[in-house]
C-alpha cells in the first residue's frame, strides 16, 4: 500500500470511528476538514511544501467559488431550511483534497481520498441537507480549482491553464517535448 493511502486510511478510521459512534452526520463534520487538513501533512511529510500550498491554493479557491454558486444559485435543501443547498461545502472540502491528490500524484494515490470524500458527500444526503447533484457540483467545483492549481508532482509535458482579465478570457497551453 503506498503512503498516502495508509494515511488516508489511518485518518478515515481514527478520525470518523469515534464520529459514527454519535452518527454519520458528525463524522462527515469531523471529515470535511480532516481530509484537506490530512493531506496537507501527507505533503509536508514527504518533503513536499509546493504540493502543499497549490493544495492549499486549491483548498480557497474551492471555498470561495462554493460561497459564491451558494449566494447565486439559492438552490432550496431537501429538508427546507435554506436555500443554500449548491454545493454543498462539506463535499466540497472534502473533494478539495481527493481532487488535489489526484493532479499532484495520480489515481493510484487518490482513490482512497475520494472514497472518503464520497462518504462525507453521502452523510449531507443521508442528513437530508443536500441532493446528489448538490455533491457532484462539489466535485466539480474542487476538480476544477485543483486541476487550475496544482501541478502534477512530476512535472508534466502539457498544462492548460485560464487567463481572466477585464477585457477578455483566454486559455494558456504550455508544452514540453
Known amino acids: 500500500m503506498r503512503p498516502s493511502a495508509a494515511v488516508a486510511g489511518a485518518t478515515f478510521a481514527l478520525l470518523a470511528a469515534p ?26 511529510w ?11 491554493g486549491a483548498f480557497v479557491v474551492t ?11 439559492h438552490a432550496r ?11 454543498s461545502g462539506h463535499a466540497a472540502r472534502a473533494f478539495s483534497a481527493a481532487t488535489s491528490m489526484h493532479r499532484r500524484h495520480g489515481w493510484a494515490e487518490a482513490w482512497p481520498w475520494y472514497a472518503a470524500a464520497g462518504y462525507v458527500g453521502w452523510t ?3 442528513a437530508d441537507r443536500h441532493r446528489w447533484g448538490d455533491v457532484a457540483g462539489s466535485l466539480l467545483v ?3 480549482a485543483s486541476w487550475w492549481l496544482v501541478e502534477p508532482a512530476g512535472g508534466s509535458d502539457v498544462a492548460v491553464r485560464p487567463s481572466l482579465a477585464p477585457d477578455r478570457v483566454a486559455i494558456e497551453l504550455q508544452a514540453r517535448w
Do not use: I, W, Y
Not at 490530512?38 to 509536508?44: K, S, T, W
Not at 471555498?63 to 444559485?73: G, I, M, P, Q
Not at 435543501?77 to 454545493?87: C, N, V
Open 19 to 44: 464520529a459514527v459512534a454519535f452518527d454519520h452526520t458528525r463524522a462527515g463534520d469531523v471529515l470535511e476538514n480532516a481530509l484537506p487538513a490530512g493531506a496537507a501533512a501527507m505533503e509536508l
Open 46 to 56: 514527504r518533503g513536499d511544501r509546493d504540493g502543499a500550498l497549490q493544495l492549499g
Open 63 to 73: 471555498l470561495l467559488a462554493t460561497r459564491v454558486l451558494k449566494s447565486e444559485v
Open 77 to 87: 435543501r431537501p429538508d427546507g431550511s435554506s436555500s443554500d443547498a449548491f454545493p
Open 124 to 126: 449531507r444526503v443521508h
Open 142 to 144: 474542487a476538480g476544477a
